[in-house]
């Protein structure tokens, strides 16, 4: 039996719709270069509290693992404190860490165009997999990025995304694991059983993934000091300020791409 139908009532479409973020402020500068606001304040802000706990957690890090200093005169440990004062500010930093990379998560919501990133999307790949043969030499279709390229983008998920989800949860794990019945340690009891089932496994994970964060370090600041040489366009100095000097043509470019 056939169901009767009113055609006077027309049939809705529900679209769910990503949400699009702000496109970055441009300040014309002549008839062919523009200012392009790229890195917002909360971006540069996250970038050097960033760069100066990983600085201060490596070297903390690597002396509590491996202490490389002693004080001058034997004596009582409590005199001098040197490791006392050491897992202190380890510990410390690793709470800052902690807040600012929360911030940054809920800046890449709320942030411009630049401050956000989506790997969801096919074309993230095949850009990105066009910028790993521009840097190989070979022949590509690299175009050219106001922001991050998307291979730089994927290199900030693996390292500052997931890696610094990994440092933080065996973090927390090695230093509440001595009050196993606290409520903190409670807490991140599971972490043991995700990485291993035993302290010296979180441990390696940690100093792996830290040596991790160093050698992104190395290669992310080389490779900022080599496109602010390539592109003459302010890379080095938008860090600071947050603008880039670009061409007005390819400012419009990437927007209508988009």
Same mark, same amino acid.
């Given at each position: 039996?056939?169901? +009767? ?10 679209? &769910?719709?990503? @949400? ?14 523009? @200012? &392009?606001?790229?890195?917002?304040? +909360?971006?540069?802000? %996250? ?5 100066? /706990? ?7 890090? &690597? ?26 500010? $380890? ?5 800052? *860490? ?7 998560? !809920?800046? =890449?919501?709320? #942030?411009?165009? $630049? ?7 096919? /074309? ?12 190989? *030499?070979?022949?590509? @279709? ?5 922001? $991050?390229? +998307? ?11 997931? #890696? ?28 043991? $059983? ?5 302290? *010296? ?11 991790? %964060? ?7 600041? !080389?490779?900022? %000091? ?11 100095? /938008?860090?600071?300020? #947050?603008?880039?000097?670009?061409? @007005?043509?390819? =400012?419009?470019?990437?927007?209508? #791409?988009?």
């Amino acid at each position: 039996m056939s169901v +009767p139908t009113n055609p006077k009532i027309e049939k809705e479409t529900v679209k &769910v719709v990503w @949400k699009k973020s702000r496109q970055a402020k441009t300040i014309p500068l002549n008839d062919q270069m523009v @200012k &392009v606001y790229v890195w917002e304040l +909360p971006v540069r802000i %996250f970038h050097w509290i960033n760069a100066l /706990s990983i600085f201060i957690l490596m070297i903390t890090g &690597v002396f509590i693992g491996r202490p490389f200093a002693s004080a001058s005169i034997q004596e009582e440990a409590y005199y001098s404190y040197l490791m006392g004062w050491a897992r202190y500010i $380890h510990f410390f930093t690793a709470f800052v *860490f902690t807040i600012n990379l929360a911030v940054r998560w !809920y800046w =890449v919501y709320k #942030g411009n165009e $630049h401050a956000t990133s989506n790997p969801f999307r096919l /074309s993230f790949w095949k850009e990105a997999w066009e910028t790993v043969k521009y840097y190989l *030499f070979l022949k590509n @279709k690299k175009k050219h990025y106001i922001g $991050h390229n +998307p291979l730089a983008q994927l290199s900030y998920w693996i390292f500052i995304g997931l #890696g610094s989800i990994i440092m933080i949860l065996t973090g927390y794990y090695l230093l509440f694991e001595p009050q196993p019945e606290s409520i903190y340690g409670k807490m991140f009891m599971w972490v043991a $059983h995700l990485f291993g089932g035993d302290s *010296f496994s979180v441990r390696s994970w940690h100093h792996l993934v830290a040596w991790g %964060f160093m050698v992104f370090t190395v290669v992310h600041v !080389y490779m900022a %000091f080599r496109e602010d040489y390539l592109q003459r366009n302010g890379t080095m100095s /938008s860090i600071f300020t #947050g603008y880039k000097i670009e061409r @007005k043509e390819e =400012v419009l470019g990437e927007n209508n #791409g988009k």
